[in-house]
C-alpha cells in the first residue's frame, strides 16, 4: 500500500553499462575490507559476546552496549595507546589497506597490553559448577555482579517500569518501599549485652579476642583495629554479631567443668542462658527487621555475617543453648538473686539455629539487597562518608572491599549447600546465582583459600543435583525414575566427579588441613549410598518408589543395612573407602584445639563417616566378604580389623577431649554415638 503522504519520487534509469572484470574485483576488495574494518572496530565485550558494536553517539570512546551496561569499554584509550588514522577521503587502495592493516595491528597490541592475567583461573571457576553453559553471559566474568549497583534484571522488571512511569504518589506503597530502602542517617544506641549488664566491656573485649583468635577465618575483621575499638565498632552497628561472637567464644565455657563446684557451674550456666536468651532476641529483631521493616539498611553486612557465623556453628550453638535451658530455671535464678521473667522465652530448650533456613535468609537477603544496588551504600554521619561495615575500611581498595563481600556470599552458598545435601532439601538459589561465588577466582586479591572454596561448593553441587535428580525427580502420571534412569544418572555423576577431581586434584597436595579431600569423600559416600538406596528400593519389587512409600516403615528401623544388602560389591568398596578415608583424615589433625574449632560441618562429616564406616565393616563381617577390604588404600586388614578400628577410636577420643562429657554439647552427642557402634562392632567380630 502506498504511503499518500510522501510525495511521489523520480525512477532513475537503469544503468546500461556493464562493469568490467577490473571493476568487479575492486567493488569485491572493497565489501572485504569494510568487513574487516567494522570487525576490527568492535570492542572487547562486544565481541566476546559475539554481538554488533556501535559506537555511542554520546561517548565517541564506548560503545551502545557498553555504555547500557555501565561497563568500561575498550574504546576507552589514550590518544598515545592509539594514534589516530584519519579516515582515507579516496585515493590509492593500496594506502586504504595498509591503514587497516595499521589499525589491526594496534588493536592486538592495545588488546596483548591490556591483556587479563587472571583468564585462566576464570576458566577454572567456570568449569568447577557442572550443567553451565560456558558460552553464555554468566559465564563471563565481565558479566559477574560485584554487588556495588542495581542489577539489569531490576531496570528491566515491571517494578521499575512502573515506578518511572508514575509520580511517587501513585506508586504502589509496597513496591514504593521495596525500591526505597534508604539509610538512616541518625545515631540510634542500641541495647546491647554490656547495656544490659550480661556481660561487662571487658568481658566482652576478652571474647571477642578469642573470637578473633579461633574463628577469624570466618569473618574478616580489619587487622589493623584493635579488639577494644572493634567492640565499640560493633556494638554501634550490630548488636547481634557481637551477642554471636561471645556466645561462640564461649561455646566451651561449660565442658569439663568439676560438678561439684556447684557455684561456679551455675554461674556459668545462667550467664550463658542470658546471652543464649539475648542472642534469640535480637536474631528475631532482625529477622523482622529483614523481612517486615522498610527504610533501614545500615548494617547489612553485619547482619549477612552475623547469619554465616550463626549457620556454620547452629548445631553447637543449639546444643548449648537446649543443654543450659534443661536445668530448672528457678533453681538457678534463686540462686543467682534473679526474678524469672514471664513467657516461653526463658526457656531455651525450644530454641532450633536451623542452618538451612538461617543460610537461605542470608542468601535471599544478600541477593536482594544487591539487586538494588544496596549493599555498597555508605553511611553518613555529620559531615563523615564512613564505610558501609566495620568489616571494611575506607582506605581498603574497591576490589579489596568486593573480595570480602563475596567471600560472605560464598561462605552462605557453602553452608547452604552442605545443608541441603545433609537434609535433603531444596536449595533456595538457583544454579545462575550458585555460579556468582567464583566472582572471587577473577580478583587480583583472592587467595587459596578462595579456591578451595569454589572447588567445595562445586563438588557439593554435584551432589546435590544428583540427589534431586536421582529421589526427588518425579516423571510423568507422578511415577518417579525407571531402574535405566537410575543407572543413567549414576553413571553420568561419576563423570561429573572425575571431572572436578581432574580440575582441583591440585588442592589435595598443597598444606596440610585442607578439607577439600574430606570432602571429595564426603560427598562420593553420600552418592554412592544415595545411588544404592534408590537401587534397591527398585530392584526388590521392580515397582517405582511412590508405590513402595506405604512399605518403607518395614525397614526404617534397620534401613542401611537393608541397602547395603543390595550393593553390588565394587559399590560396597567404594563406600568403606571413602568412609575410612574421611575417618583416617583426623590423623592429620594433631591439635585437639584445632579440631576443636572446626566446622560443625566438618564435624558432622567426620561422625557421619565413622557411623557408615563402623556399619559397613559389621555388615562385611556378618555377610563373611571381609575379603573385600583387601581392596581398600592404606587399611590394615586383620582378623580383629585393628587399623580402621584404631582409627575410629582416635576420632572418637577427638570428640571425647573436645566435649569432656558435657551432656548438653553436640560433640559428646558424636562420641558416644561412635563408641556405642564401636561397641556392637567389637561384639560382631568377637
Known amino acids: 500500500m502506498t504511503n499518500h503522504s510522501e510525495p511521489p519520487t523520480k525512477k532513475k534509469k537503469p544503468h546500461n553499462r556493464k562493469l568490467s572484470d577490473v571493476g568487479r574485483t575492486s567493488i569485491s576488495e572493497n565489501r572485504k575490507l569494510a568487513q574487516a574494518s567494522r570487525t576490527l572496530k568492535a570492542c572487547d565485550l562486544c565481541r566476546k559476546q ?5 559506537r555511542s553517539p554520546e561517548n565517541p570512546l564506548s560503545c551502545l552496549r557498553c555504555t547500557f551496561l555501565n561497563k568500561p569499554c575498550s574504546f576507552e584509550t589514550t590518544p598515545d595507546t592509539i594514534p589516530t588514522i584519519p579516515e582515507p577521503n579516496g585515493g590509492d587502495p593500496t594506502l586504504k589497506k595498509l591503514d587497516l592493516i595499521y589499525s589491526g595491528i594496534n588493536e592486538v597490541l592495545r588488546i596483548l597490553k591490556h591483556g587479563d592475567a587472571a583468564s585462566a583461573l ?15 553471559d554468566q559465564a563471563n566474568f565481565e558479566d559477574h555482579p560485584t554487588f556495588q549497583s542495581p542489577t539489569n534484571s531490576l531496570k528491566a522488571s515491571p517494578f521499575s517500569i512502573v515506578t518511572n512511569q508514575v509520580s511517587s504518589h501513585e506508586i504502589p506503597t509496597p513496591i514504593l518501599n521495596l525500591l526505597d530502602l534508604s539509610t538512616i542517617q541518625t545515631y540510634r544506641k542500641h541495647e546491647d549485652l ?17 573470637f578473633r583468635r579461633n574463628y577469624g577465618r570466618w569473618v574478616l575483621f580489619p587487622k589493623n583495629v584493635d579488639t577494644r575499638e572493634l567492640v565499640e565498632r560493633i556494638r554501634f552497628k550490630s548488636p547481634l554479631l557481637l551477642t554471636t561472637c561471645c556466645c561462640l567464644s564461649l561455646r566451651f565455657s561449660l565442658n569439663g567443668l568439676d560438678p561439684d563446684d556447684v557455684n561456679t557451674v551455675s554461674r556459668k550456666r545462667n550467664t550463658y542462658r542470658q546471652l543464649g536468651k539475648q542472642l534469640v532476641k535480637e536474631v528475631n529483631q532482625s529477622l523482622l527487621k529483614y ?11 553485619e547482619f549477612l555475617q ?24 528457678e533453681q538457678d535464678n534463686q540462686e543467682h538473686g534473679v526474678l524469672s521473667d514471664d513467657g516461653h522465652e526463658n526457656n531455651l530448650d525450644n530454641i532450633n539455629l536451623d542452618p538451612w533456613f538461617l543460610s537461605s535468609v542470608g542468601l535471599t537477603t544478600f541477593l536482594s539487597k544487591s539487586t538494588f544496588g544496596k549493599l555498597f551504600q555508605k553511611m553518613n554521619v555529620g559531615d563523615k562518608n564512613l564505610s ?27 553452608v547452604h549447600l552442605s545443608n541441603c545435601v545433609f537434609s535433603g532439601r531444596m536449595c533456595v538459589i538457583d544454579e545462575i546465582r550458585l555460579n556468582y561465588c567464583t566472582s572471587t ?38 511415577c518417579y525414575i525407571s531402574l535405566e534412569d537410575c543407572e543413567s544418572n549414576f553413571e553420568g555423576v561419576r563423570e561429573e566427579l572425575r571431572a572436578w577431581y581432574d580440575q582441583w586434584e591440585y588442592l589435595f597436595d598443597q598444606a596440610p588441613l585442607q578439607f577439600v579431600e574430606l570432602n571429595y569423600d564426603f560427598c562420593n559416600l553420600v552418592i554412592y549410598y544415595s545411588y544404592n538406596y534408590q537401587k534397591s528400593l527398585l530392584v526388590t519389587t521392580g515397582h517405582t518408589i511412590s508405590q513402595l512409600d506405604e512399605r518403607a516403615s518395614l525397614y526404617d528401623e534397620n534401613h542401611i543395612d537393608f541397602i547395603f544388602g543390595f550393593s553390588d560389591k565394587d559399590s560396597l568398596v567404594k563406600m568403606i573407602q571413602h568412609a575410612y ?6 590423623n592429620v589433625i594433631e591439635s585437639d584445639s584445632y579440631f576443636a574449632y572446626l566446622s560443625d560441618q566438618v564435624h558432622f562429616c567426620f561422625y557421619f563417616s565413622g557411623i557408615c564406616l563402623i556399619k559397613l565393616l559389621r555388615f562385611v563381617v556378618e555377610t563373611k566378604q571381609t575379603g573385600l577390604l583387601a581392596k581398600i588404600d592404606h587399611m590394615e586388614i586383620s582378623d580383629s580389623l585393628d587399623g580402621p578400628v584404631g582409627d575410629i577410636k582416635v576420632l572418637i577420643h577427638k570428640f571425647k577431649s573436645v566435649g569432656q562429657g558435657n551432656e548438653g554439647d553436640v560433640i559428646t552427642k558424636y562420641e558416644r554415638g561412635l563408641t556405642r557402634g564401636l561397641e556392637d562392632l567389637e561384639r560382631t567380630g568377637s
Not at 50 to 54: E, P, Q, S
Not at 122 to 136: L, M, V
Not at 198 to 208: F, G, N, V
Not at 388 to 414: A, F, G, K, P, V
Open 194 to 210: 554490656i547495656t544490659l549488664s550480661i556481660l561487662t566491656e571487658q568481658e566482652t573485649i576478652e571474647l571477642t579476642s578469642n
Open 306 to 329: 552475623s547469619l554465616v557465623i550463626l549457620s556454620i556453628y547452629s548445631f553447637s550453638l543449639t546444643s548449648i543453648m537446649n543443654g543450659v535451658g534443661n536445668r530448672s530455671l
Open 122 to 136: 576464570r576458566k577454572s571457576g567456570q568449569e568447577s559448577i557442572p550443567h553451565h553453559d560456558h558460552n553464555s
Open 291 to 301: 523481612t517486615s521493616l522498610k527504610g533501614e539498611n545500615d548494617g547489612d553486612i
Open 581 to 586: 578415608n574421611v575417618v583416617r583424615f583426623v
Open 388 to 414: 558501609q561495615s566495620i568489616l571494611l575500611d575506607n582506605s581498603d581498595s574497591n576490589e579489596y572491599q568486593t573480595l570480602t563481600i563475596l567471600r560472605i556470599y560464598n561462605h552462605l552458598c557453602l
Open 441 to 478: 577466582l577473577g580478583l587480583s586479591s583472592s587467595t587459596n583459600f578462595d579456591g578451595r572454596m569454589i572447588s567445595e561448593i562445586g563438588i557439593l553441587l554435584i551432589t546435590y543435583n544428583f540427589i534431586q535428580l536421582n529421589l526427588n525427580n518425579s516423571g510423568s502420571e507422578g
Open 50 to 54: 559475539k554481538t554488533r558494536c556501535f
